[in-house]
C-alpha cells in the first residue's frame, strides 16, 4: 500500500536503476514475457500514485490484502499487477474503484518496517489491461493483458523530443526539488515513450495527468501530452521566480535605504548635525509639552513618542504612529471659545436671521438665560428641529451659534450606513481614521462648538454596523463625557458640545435615539408669513445676487402672493426664492440689453415673466352637491383640500375605493361605512338598500398617494349624503378620525389644515373638539372669516355639514350633474 504520494529522487540507491538487475526475481514466469498472453497474476492497488515501466521505486504495503497479494507473489516466483485507486480515501476498493489500465511489475528487496508495513523495491515492466477481477480475498487476484507500445518512428520524433528536453531543463533550473542529474539521465533516453514516462514519474504531475500518460499506448500522443504539461508548468515556475526577484529586490533595496541611513547619521553625528527624523521627535516632544491634555491622553502620548524613538526612520509603523500622535496633539482637549451669554443680543441676532419660529427662539434665549445664571449646574441641552424642507432648520442652527459666539460645524448624516463613520476605525487598519464626530471637533479647535448632525433621519444601516446605535453614546449626557473613539482609543468629552439634530421625519428615528433629544418642530410657513420673509429676506438677496439692488425693482403683495398660491408648493421658501430668481433673472437681461422694464412687478405680469403657474388654485366647489365632501389633509409642504366622492349604482352591495388610498385611509373608509349601515334606522333607509347598490369612493388627483385616518368624517359624510340625498355645504371643510360609535378623534396637523381651508375660500371648518387646544398656533388675524365648529361625534357633523331634508328635496327636483345614482331613496 502507498500511503503517501512518494518521490523517488530522494532515493539515491534507487534512482537510476531502469532496468532489470540481479535485485529483481527471475523464474519461469520470465518465458512468457515476450508473447501478448492473457495472465493471472496478484494485484496490488495504488494509493495516489502511478508505477510506469522500467522505473524503480520503493512501495509501502500495509493493507492485510496487499501484503497477503505481495507474499503470494514472492511465494509462487509471480509478478505482481499494480493500478492506482480513483479515490485514494477508500481503504477497500471495488472494482469500480480502481483505474483499468496498470502496471505489471517485478518484485524486489522487501523489508519489514518498525511500524508493521512491508517496504518493497518494485520496478516497472510493462503496461497491463486488467480484465477480471478473479478474487478479492485474502488477496485480489486479476486476470490481464499486456499492452506494448506503439514503436513508429517519425521525422517529428526528434524535434519533439528535442523540444521536450528543453522544457524540461528550464523546469530543473527553476525547480529545486529536481536535481541536475534528472535532466542528464533524460538527455540519455532515446525513445519516445520511455522518456515521456520518465518525465512523467520524476515531475509528480497530478494523478489524473500521470494516469492519463501511463494509458495513452502510443508514444508520440504520450510525448504531446507531457510537452503540454511542461509547458504550463513552467510558466506556473516563471512567475513563481519573478514574484521571488521582487521579493529580493525589495528587500535589498529596503536593506541598502537602511545602510545609507544609518551612515548618514553616523556622519551627521560627526559634523554635529541632528537627522531629520531625530528633529521630528523633538518637535513632538516640543509640542507635547506645551498642550493641555488630561493625565491619561499624556501617558499615553508619551509612550507612543517612546515607541517612536526605538523604531528605525524606515518601519511601516513610524507613519502610523506620528499619525496618531498628529490628531492627539491637533485635537481640543480644553481649549474653548468664549461664549456670549447676553439674552438681548442673541434675541436680536435670531430675529435679524428668521422670521417667526419664535418656539424655537424662546427656547434657545432660555437656554442662554440658564446658562448664564448656573453656569455650572446645568447640562447642555441636545435639540432635535423637525420640520419639512426648507422650513429653516440648518440656518437656524448657525445663527444660534453665531448668537452665543461658538463654532459652528455641520456634519451630515444622510446615507451613512458605516458605524465607523461614527466611532471611526481601529488603528489596525491601515489607512485608518477617527469618526466624523472627532474629525469636525479638529477643525473646530474648541471642546464647545454648536455641532449640527443634519438629516439624521437619513441614516441607513447594513452589515458594518448600525449608525444610530452609536450616535447613543454621542448624544447621551450620561455618556458624552467619556466618548470612545475606536482610533484614539482614549476618553473624549464631548458634553460641553451643543448638539443640534435636524430631520423632516420622526418616524425612522429610532426610539432609544429619540429619546435623547428635545425634539422642536418647524411648522411650514404660513403664506402671510412667506411675504414677510420675502421682503426681509429673499428679495433682497436676490436683486443684490442679480445686480439690481439700485434698480428698484419692487415684487407687490399680488405678485407674491401669486408666487407663492400658484407657483410654488412647500412649506419652506426654497422655490420662492427660485421664483423669485427667476424673475429677477428676466429683468436682469432687459437691463443688459437696454430694454425698457416694468420696475413695479404686478401679478398680472409673472404669465409674461416666467410663464404660466403650474399649480391651480384651491377653489370651492360651483354648487352644493349629494355624495361629494370636502376634507382637509396635512401634507409635507403644508395643508391641502380633497375632496371625497362617492357613487351609487345597482349591484350587490360590493366597495370600490380608488386614488391610491393607502391601508390607513381605506380602514377608514370601511368604518365609515359601517357606521352609515349601523345608522340606517335613523337616516330612514331600507333595511335592504345596501345589499342592493355597489358603492364607489374615488379621491381625485388619484396619482397623489393618500393615507392616514383624518380622513374619516369626510367619508362617513360622503357616504350619508350620497344614501339620503341630503347635498353637502360646499363652503364646509372637515377633518377628524370617525369610530364604529360615531366619535370623532383628534387629528394632528390643525394649523395648516385651517390655513389651507382659509386658503380655497372655505367658512366653515369642522374639527374635533379635542384638538381646541391647536387653534393657539394661528394668529388670530388669521382666524378671522373662518367658523371653527368643534364636534365629539358624527351626527353634531352631518348636523353642520348637510343642507336640511326640505333643501334636499327641492333641489332634487332640478336637474343636476351629481355622481349619485338615481336608485338612490329619498330622505325620511
Excluded at 88 to 101: G, L, R
Excluded at 132 to 155: A, G, M
Excluded at 574 to 594: G, M, Q
Amino acid at each position: 500500500m502507498q500511503d503517501d504520494d512518494f518521490d523517488f529522487m530522494q532515493y539515491p540507491d534507487f534512482f537510476g536503476t531502469f532496468g532489470f538487475d540481479d535485485e529483481f526475481e527471475t523464474d519461469s514466469a520470465d518465458a512468457d514475457d515476450d508473447e501478448d498472453v492473457i495472465r493471472e497474476c496478484p494485484f496490488l492497488p495504488l494509493r495516489d500514485m502511478v508505477l510506469f515501466p522500467q522505473m524503480v521505486m520503493p512501495l509501502f504495503v500495509g493493507r492485510d490484502r496487499s501484503l497477503a497479494a505481495v507474499q503470494a507473489a514472492v511465494a509462487n516466483g509471480e509478478h505482481l499487477v499494480v493500478a492506482a485507486q480513483r479515490d485514494s480515501s477508500i481503504h477497500q476498493p471495488e472494482a469500480d474503484d480502481i483505474f483499468e489500465i496498470g502496471t505489471e511489475v517485478a518484485i524486489g528487496r522487501t523489508l519489514r518496517m518498525p511500524d508493521n508495513t512491508t517496504s518493497l523495491l518494485a520496478q516497472g515492466r510493462r503496461r497491463v489491461q486488467v480484465l477480471e477481477f478473479l478474487q478479492w480475498d485474502p488477496y485480489i487476484r486479476v486476470r490481464v493483458r499486456p499492452l506494448r507500445d506503439v514503436e513508429d518512428w517519425e521525422l517529428t520524433t526528434e524535434a519533439l523530443m528535442r523540444a521536450v528536453l528543453a522544457l524540461f531543463e528550464k523546469i530543473v533550473e527553476f525547480n529545486r526539488n529536481l536535481p541536475d542529474e534528472a535532466y542528464t539521465f533524460a538527455m540519455n533516453i532515446d525513445e519516445p515513450g520511455w522518456l515521456a514516462d520518465f518525465i512523467a514519474s520524476t515531475m509528480g504531475f497530478p494523478l489524473p495527468i500521470r494516469q492519463d500518460v501511463l494509458e495513452t499506448l502510443e508514444p508520440m500522443a504520450r510525448l504531446h501530452k507531457v510537452n503540454t504539461v511542461l509547458a504550463q508548468e513552467l510558466e506556473v515556475l516563471e512567475l513563481e521566480d519573478q514574484i521571488q526577484s521582487r521579493v529580493h529586490e525589495e528587500m535589498d533595496r529596503t536593506q541598502r535605504e537602511h545602510f545609507l541611513r544609518e551612515q548618514m547619521r553616523v556622519i551627521q553625528g560627526e559634523l554635529g548635525e541632528t537627522d531629520i527624523f531625530a528633529q521630528e521627535l523633538e518637535e513632538l516632544r516640543t509640542s507635547l509639552e506645551g498642550k493641555d491634555l488630561p493625565a491619561e491622553t499624556r501617558e499615553k502620548a508619551e509612550r507612543e513618542i517612546a515607541r517612536l524613538a526605538s523604531m528605525p526612520p524606515m518601519s511601516p509603523e513610524v507613519g502610523i504612529i506620528r499619525t496618531y500622535l498628529d490628531w492627539i496633539l491637533e485635537l481640543p482637549w480644553t481649549e474653548r471659545s468664549k461664549e456670549n451669554l447676553d439674552v438681548v443680543h442673541a434675541g436680536i441676532v435670531l430675529d435679524n436671521d428668521h422670521y417667526g419660529l419664535e418656539k424655537v427662539k424662546e427656547r434657545i434665549l432660555e437656554f442662554i438665560a440658564v446658562k448664564k445664571i448656573a453656569p455650572d449646574s446645568n447640562r447642555t441641552p441636545i435639540l432635535c428641529f423637525v420640520g419639512p424642507p426648507g422650513t429653516g432648520k440648518t440656518s437656524m442652527g448657525r445663527s444660534i451659534a453665531n448668537a452665543l459666539g461658538r463654532e459652528f460645524l455641520r456634519v451630515s448624516l444622510g446615507g451613512v450606513r458605516d458605524e465607523a463613520e461614527i466611532r471611526g476605525h481601529r488603528r489596525t487598519y491601515i489607512g485608518a481614521l477617527p469618526g466624523r464626530i472627532v474629525q469636525a471637533m479638529r477643525r473646530a479647535g474648541t471642546i464647545n462648538p454648536l455641532f449640527m448632525l443634519d438629516e439624521v433621519d437619513k441614516l441607513g444601516q447594513d452589515f458594518r454596523g448600525d449608525p444610530a446605535a452609536a450616535l447613543l453614546e454621542v448624544l447621551d449626557p450620561e455618556q458624552n463625557c467619556a466618548f470612545s473613539d475606536h482610533y484614539l482609543d482614549l476618553d473624549y468629552d464631548l458634553s460641553k458640545i451643543l448638539f443640534v439634530a435636524t430631520a423632516n421625519f420622526l418616524d425612522p428615528v429610532p426610539p432609544a435615539l429619540l429619546d435623547r433629544m428635545e425634539v422642536i418642530e418647524f411648522p411650514g410657513y404660513l403664506e402671510e408669513e412667506k411675504i414677510e420673509i420675502s421682503r426681509q429676506f429673499l428679495i433682497p438677496r436676490q436683486l443684490h445676487q442679480h445686480g439690481l439692488a439700485k434698480s428698484g425693482l419692487r415684487l407687490e403683495d399680488d405678485a407674491l402672493k401669486t408666487l407663492i398660491r400658484d407657483y410654488t408648493y412647500e412649506a419652506g421658501v426654497r422655490n420662492l426664492e427660485r421664483e423669485i430668481a427667476k424673475v429677477c433673472r428676466k429683468i436682469a437681461r432687459r437691463v443688459a440689453e437696454d430694454k425698457s422694464h416694468a420696475r413695479r412687478i404686478r401679478s398680472r405680469q409673472l404669465v409674461e415673466l416666467i410663464g404660466p403657474a403650474p399649480y391651480t388654485k384651491d377653489m370651492l366647489r360651483e354648487e352644493d352637491e349629494v355624495g361629494v365632501a370636502t376634507g382637509v389633509a396635512w401634507t409635507s409642504a403644508g395643508g391641502d383640500t380633497m375632496f371625497v366622492e362617492v357613487n351609487l349604482m345597482p349591484g350587490k352591495g360590493s366597495l370600490t375605493l380608488t386614488g391610491q388610498l393607502g391601508d390607513v385611509m381605506q380602514e377608514s373608509a370601511q368604518a365609515a361605512l359601517s357606521y352609515t349601515r349601523s345608522q340606517s334606522k335613523i337616516l330612514g333607509l331600507p333595511d335592504d338598500i345596501f345589499d342592493s347598490l355597489d358603492i364607489h369612493i374615488h379621491v381625485p388627483e388619484g396619482a397623489v398617494p393618500k393615507d392616514g385616518p383624518s380622513a374619516g368624517v369626510a367619508l362617513a359624510t360622503a357616504l350619508i349624503s350620497a344614501f339620503t340625498g341630503r347635498a353637502v355645504r360646499r363652503d364646509v371643510g372637515m377633518t377628524g378620525e370617525i369610530t364604529l360609535r360615531g366619535r370623532v378623534l383628534p387629528v394632528g396637523g390643525i394649523r395648516e389644515k385651517a390655513l389651507a381651508a382659509r386658503r380655497a375660500g372655505i367658512t366653515t371648518f369642522i374639527m374635533p373638539r379635542k384638538n381646541v387646544n391647536d387653534l393657539h398656533d394661528i394668529p388670530k388675524r388669521l382666524r378671522q372669516g373662518l367658523k371653527f365648529v368643534h364636534v365629539d361625534r358624527m351626527n353634531e357633523v352631518l348636523e353642520a355639514s348637510l343642507l336640511p331634508a326640505s333643501a334636499a328635496k327641492k333641489r332634487r327636483s332640478v336637474p343636476s350633474t351629481r355622481s349619485v345614482s338615481t336608485s338612490t331613496p329619498p330622505p325620511s
